[in-house]
């Protein structure tokens, strides 16, 4: 069976569940192996509902529920054994969306025996639609519904072999970008829409289609504050300029997260730049080197408060976050989180030192880091902008 799906059998039973009906983007994804595009555009606006995901606890039993216009690639990635398919839009007859993604889920749960069952029913209470809860508590009313946020949310903490090879290949697109980034900021004169432009075509090039993009690339005395995302903007950009990008690619349903500072127009930062970059690289190491089997979340937080304390630099905000089908995954790198560090995690790693309004310069450093038993591994490297 599909390790991802598994796993999450193991969590539901843990949960008390019998069967579970997804509703994220990123659960859906992480379970069916089906990368549930991202709802932009008209594909999204004309299909009523979600993509949503039925799997049992107990075996191999799974459906998954999408839309006409995600129907060939739902049947050619997905997992599970079954996939039930709505009509978004017809431009010649009329066609009730809301009903046949209506049906089309109820068929699943009937299909899965659930009609007449007293059962335990996993739900997602961020994102389960009102159409398909009023239709549980409906026609469904011996079902007991479970929140299994949590669940998932621990399912999904220990990366599998497969996971890893994807969000390995993200951070390489990733570096792609940042490399770009690297070559373009050696002369002065380009506007950050240009840039932005650039990067995401050797992006797009390297995959061999368009993905998700998202994050900011933003030069000057607006490196100098945290206003995430930030750019790009018109602005063009002049030698002596910070320049900082923090980017993400969704790649095959895997996010990538890196940043990167430089100094515009190929000239040596002063020694006031290297302060602020060298301290969020230093924290940056720190970091990483308690990210270890046995270490816990605050622990690797509070190995680089101690480089913003000695460099006599405040820590602005927290150092990172676990990565996957999600862009910004728990555990959190902060102080009050005391998760323990386990193999198979994979983090992207972020702490900047900025000098704050008014200021010229503010840098953030950010890897994507895999726990190994024998340490941590960068998925994809790349040189720092300022060395």
């Not at 398919?85 to 046949?100: H, I, R, Y």
């Not at 480089?307 to 959190?332: D, K, T």
Request: glycine letters at 8%; hydrophobic letters at 40%; one cysteine or more.
């Amino acid at each position: 069976m599909f390790e991802q799906l598994t796993r999450t059998q193991s969590e539901l039973a843990t949960a008390g569940c019998d069967f579970a009906l997804l509703s994220s983007i990123h659960n859906v994804t992480y379970v069916s192996g089906f990368e549930v595009p991202v709802p932009i555009g008209a594909g999204a606006e004309t299909a009523y509902g979600p993509s949503l995901a039925l799997c049992s606890a107990r075996d191999n039993g799974g459906w998954l529920i999408t839309s006409a216009s995600n129907a060939s690639a739902a049947r050619a990635q997905s997992q599970l054994n079954t996939t039930l398919v709505f009509g978004n839009f017809d431009s010649f007859a009329p066609l009730d969306s809301k009903t046949e993604f209506v049906e089309r889920t109820r068929t699943a749960l009937i299909e899965a025996g659930l009609q007449h069952t007293k059962a335990a029913l996993g739900v997602e209470a961020r994102s389960t639609p009102w159409s398909v809860t009023r239709m549980l508590v409906h026609e469904f009313p011996q079902l007991e519904l479970v929140d299994v946020d949590d669940a998932l949310a621990h399912a999904r903490t220990i990366k599998t072999a497969r996971e890893i090879a994807l969000l390995r290949r993200a951070a390489q697109v990733c570096a792609i970008g940042h490399s770009t980034l690297a070559e373009l900021v050696q002369q002065a004169g380009r506007s950050e829409f240009e840039m932005w432009a650039e990067i995401s075509r050797r992006m797009f090039e390297a995959v061999g289609h368009d993905v998700p993009v998202t994050g900011e690339l933003v030069t000057g005395p607006r490196t100098c504050t945290v206003n995430y995302p930030g750019g790009p903007r018109a602005r063009v950009t002049q030698i002596g300029d910070a320049a900082l990008m923090d980017i993400s690619q969704r790649v095959d349903g895997y996010w990538s997260d890196c940043t990167n500072t430089h100094v515009i127009g190929g000239v040596e930062p002063s020694a006031h730049q290297r302060r602020f970059a060298r301290a969020s690289q230093a924290a940056f190491d720190a970091c990483v080197k308690n990210l270890r089997p046995g270490m816990r979340a605050s622990e690797a937080w509070q190995a680089a408060n101690t480089v913003y304390e000695r460099a006599g630099i405040p820590m602005p905000h927290y150092l990172g976050h676990q990565i996957g089908v999600v862009v910004n995954e728990l555990p959190r790198l902060v102080p009050y989180d005391h998760t323990p560090i386990r193999a198979g995690m994979v983090f992207a790693v972020e702490p900047g030192a900025y000098e704050g309004e008014g200021g010229t310069f503010g840098a953030r450093s950010e890897k994507m880091v895999l726990v190994t038993e024998s340490g941590p591994e960068l998925l994809a490297d790349f040189n720092w902008g300022i060395l």
